[in-house]
């Protein structure tokens, strides 16, 4: 759990206070002027009413300008940023003609096969003449080519499960899938930091939901043991069945999930396990096949594998990876599946030809080398942002690093001092995070030099120095006191 620093804190409720303050004042101007000019609808409710609506007109419209940017290249190690501008305080942005050329500090990117790859590009080209760019069909009607069924193969083999299903959304892989596992008289236990689409898949299941406090495998236990003595609200009758769901690596924390303790609990209390690797699989492990190889777990011992190909693989879609009888019932009865347009083949061959890049199946080492390399680079990011005193979250490996903002005045000020730099960095804030927990999210990729990095430090630095984010300015001086003292023994 994050501990926000006191000070920190109070003038992080009293920035957000003032707006709301001011925020709430205008509007009620704006009431005032809506009645004179008889501006009404007529009879109809206001389609966009409450808290959220308040909160993006009257604070994300002041710093809009940070997120959104539009590129005009592939989301490489450097790309293209498209310059935007506004005559109404922000509340519209056009684009320019102007670009800038910025180090890529925001892409999932990790291992560096979103851009032109010298055996996947020629590959995906050659797809996209054979087959076109879209199946323009569902995958039970005849959006089902040669491509989609190697491409589950390719995909339960590279992860150690019997089969796999693919989708054409990541999104939609978790908010699609659970409705379909879970129905009335289920019970899922939630990370309480799960992504979104874990969220609203959960909540469109009509099972019951619990969480349990993020990462945190005693209170797992606990949750577990309470639910399985009470059963069923109001009956008391026993779970029809369970399911813990987690994430190998999260998405807004960078942390790894302690998933051996967690297998343990579910074993001893009989639960399924649900694990998204959206943002591990193929970015951890010696061989790039997640946090199971990463921390020593069997494949065999989680239930359900969930992941995406938009991270690491360059792609677009995402998976579900289990039994063969899972599959099958997922096959007969997932809307995505029956309904959705099918994954695009020359989406389906980019994964197929990055997998086997990452296999050494292309003849060469590249793969190696390119996991060798993201895990270098993020180990060394987050080493020297630490140094620095910035808050940094996360484990070791994760390409993953955030680094803490809290005052709402910072998200702007260190997303735009960075882009003048040109360092492109992605600022997350509510709704994303907690209202308090504003942070910079850095995803580190193995197409960054080491050069590339220093310069992102640099400017990070400098930048960190001027709004005043050095949360922990002491660990340099502490780490070089130790350093001192190691050199006289």
């Not at 190690?77 to 056009?94: G, H, I, M, P, Q």
């Not at 494949?299 to 594998?305: H, L, N, R």
Request: aromatic letters at 10%; glycine letters at 8%; one cysteine or more.
């Amino acid at each position: 759990m994050i501990a926000i620093p006191y000070l920190t804190a109070l003038t992080t409720y009293f920035s957000y206070g003032l707006l709301f303050a001011f925020g709430q004042i205008r509007d009620f101007f704006r009431k005032i002027l809506d009645w004179c000019s008889s501006n009404n609808l007529q009879g109809y409710a206001p389609i966009c009413l409450g808290l959220e609506d308040f909160y993006i007109r009257r604070l994300y419209l002041r710093i809009q300008d940070c997120f959104g940017r539009p590129i005009s290249s592939a989301p490489d190690a450097w790309f293209d940023v498209v310059e935007r501008c506004s005559n109404d305080n922000n509340k519209t942005l056009k684009r320019t003609a102007k670009k800038s050329r910025c180090l890529n500090l925001g892409s999932y990117n990790y291992l560096g096969f979103a851009a032109a790859d010298e055996y996947c590009t020629p590959r995906v080209v050659e797809s996209l003449n054979k087959y076109s760019p879209s199946t323009c069909s569902s995958r039970v009607d005849g959006g089902t080519t040669a491509l989609h069924n190697e491409l589950e193969e390719c995909v339960a083999n590279f992860v150690g499960k019997p089969a796999a299903i693919v989708f054409g959304m990541g999104y939609v892989t978790n908010s699609a899938i659970l409705p379909v596992l879970m129905k009335k008289g289920s019970l899922i236990i939630s990370d309480s930091l799960n992504h979104n689409s874990i969220v609203n898949g959960a909540r469109g299941s009509g099972a019951t939901i619990r969480v349990f406090q993020h990462n945190t495998p005693w209170h797992l236990e606990e949750v577990l043991r309470e639910q399985i003595a009470e059963g069923q609200p109001r009956t008391h009758r026993p779970w029809k069945k369970i399911i813990v769901i987690v994430e190998g690596i999260y998405s807004m924390e960078g942390e790894l999930c302690q998933l051996p303790e967690i297998i343990a609990i579910c074993k001893r209390y009989k639960a399924y396990t649900y694990l998204d690797e959206a943002h591990s699989i193929g970015a951890v492990g010696k061989t790039g096949k997640g946090v199971c190889e990463l921390l020593g777990v069997d494949t065999a011992d989680v239930d359900i594998m969930m992941g995406t190909f938009t991270k690491s693989f360059g792609s677009c879609g995402g998976y579900i990876a289990g039994s063969r009888e899972l599959i099958q019932y997922l096959k007969y009865n997932c809307p995505a599946h029956l309904y959705a347009t099918s994954i695009s083949p020359p989406a389906a061959q980019q994964i197929i030809s990055a997998i086997k890049v990452i296999l050494g199946e292309d003849g060469s080492n590249r793969g190696a080398q390119k996991l060798a390399q993201i895990r270098e680079n993020s180990n060394f990011f987050r080493s020297e942002l630490q140094k620095m005193g910035f808050e940094v979250l996360g484990d070791n490996d994760s390409p993953v690093m955030p680094i803490m903002l809290y005052n709402p005045a910072k998200i702007p000020a260190f997303s735009r001092e960075c882009l003048k730099q040109n360092v492109a960095v992605v600022t997350v804030a509510f709704p994303a995070t907690p209202l308090l927990l504003a942070r910079a999210r850095i995803c580190i990729s193995a197409s960054h030099s080491r050069e590339d990095l220093v310069k992102a430090l640099e400017v990070i630095s400098r930048v960190g120095d001027l709004v005043g984010i050095k949360y922990f300015p002491d660990e340099p001086a502490k780490q070089q006191q130790e350093e001192r003292s190691m050199k006289l023994d």
